[in-house]
């Protein structure tokens, strides 16, 4: 903590360097874990069940998927796409199964020695993922997991994909029907993924700046406080809105992020990349969704996801911890006065309510 409060606002892009960026061999150790289980659940997992099960793909998630790890957090979200769920409601009902199939080939191979897991005791009754640490000879670390069985909504992505508007269409209705906003999110991996995967480098750092910032919050405040997409979110929304250049001031970057937590009371943020706004059943949608209590950000690739989550209370601690962050030299200019803002609306431009 004290590293970053006591680095110059100037200095910044230093100390990412130096604290923040995975050594290359360290991306290697955990691209080698992800291919270990990779290859598990492709070549191994399935071979043994009752009934046929094929995996149609794996899609790395989470830091790792999207380029933004950071130093010495090594965990990675798999989310694999069975043939056997055949739509949104099916994956909620039969997920359990799979999690549990592939909890039973994790033993056994454990049992044979070609690697060691330790399972996370599993709070919820029918959770979205199984959750892991892996250890192996092969590598210098253990790794976390996050396996998440998922309907393959999508199909094949091509660059400048953009879904049918049925897939939204059918994802609102159910989850409208269960009551269960967000539930679905991880069938839309893969565009979460491309929402940043081709960001300009410098943005992917100002990003890795802000989880490290809310992880030093987090170590206070735990769980209480919002999910770490939504900063992420918070942080591309800031930077297209404030410079959208591949080149900018890191400092002024952080420092309108944490000005905008201070107004998350204001906030309503969405992108219309991937959605068909022509579409009635989505644009009266994204009107109720919009038309929520503050703060929402909606994920850019689920609209049913609002990651900025139903609780004020969250977004008001995260606040407090800015108004103690700002007295830091990190948010000051060599002369001490404050590092200056951009000029970023607290909701998104031609808002089309």
């Known amino acids: 903590m004290k590293k970053l409060r006591r680095t110059q606002a100037n200095k910044l892009d230093v100390f990412i360097k130096d604290h923040l960026l995975p050594h290359k061999e360290f991306r290697r150790q955990v691209n080698k874990a992800i291919d270990i289980i990779c290859t598990f659940l492709k070549e191994t997992c399935f071979q043994e069940a009752a009934h046929p099960v094929r995996v149609f793909k794996v899609v790395k998630g989470g830091s790792s998927g999207k380029g933004t790890t950071l130093r010495g957090r090594s965990d990675a979200d798999l989310v694999v796409f069975l043939t056997n769920l055949k739509s949104f409601r099916e994956q909620l009902q039969r997920r359990g199964q799979f999690i549990e199939e592939i909890r039973i080939q994790l033993e056994a191979c454990q049992r044979e020695e070609r690697f060691k897991v330790e399972f996370e005791v599993q709070k919820q009754q029918n959770p979205r993922a199984l959750s892991f640490v892996l250890r192996s000879p092969k590598l210098n670390q253990a790794v976390e997991f996050d396996v998440l069985p998922a309907f393959d909504a999508l199909g ?19 989850c409208e029907k269960l009551r269960r906003e967000g539930e679905f999110s991880p069938c839309f991996t893969e565009l979460q993924r491309a929402f940043l995967k081709e960001r300009p480098a410098k943005l992917k750092s100002l990003i890795r700046l802000v989880k490290h910032w809310y992880q030093l919050c987090k170590m206070k ?26 080149e900018f001031s890191t400092a002024q970057g952080f420092r309108t992020v944490l000005a905008l937590i201070l107004k998350h009371q204001d906030l309503c943020i969405y992108w219309k990349k991937y959605y068909d706004l022509e579409n009635p059943t989505i644009s009266q949608y994204l009107r109720r969704q919009l038309a929520k209590p503050r703060p929402v950000i909606l994920d850019p690739a689920d609209p049913t996801g609002n990651v900025a989550g139903g609780d004020p209370q969250r977004w ?4 407090q911890e800015v108004t103690i962050w700002l007295k830091y030299s990190c948010c000051k200019n060599m002369d001490g006065t ?3 803002t951009w000029n970023v609306p607290v909701r998104t431009p031609d808002f089309f309510m």
């Open 156 to 174: 094949q992505l091509t660059k400048d994909y953009r879904p049918d508007p049925e897939i939204y269409v059918q994802v609102i209705q159910e």
């Open 221 to 246: 405040y735990e769980h209480k406080l919002p999910p770490q997409y939504a900063l992420e979110l918070l942080t591309i929304y800031a930077w297209e809105q404030g410079s959208s250049e591949p």
């Open 316 to 319: 008001q601690l995260l606040a």
């Open 338 to 340: 404050p590092v200056s």
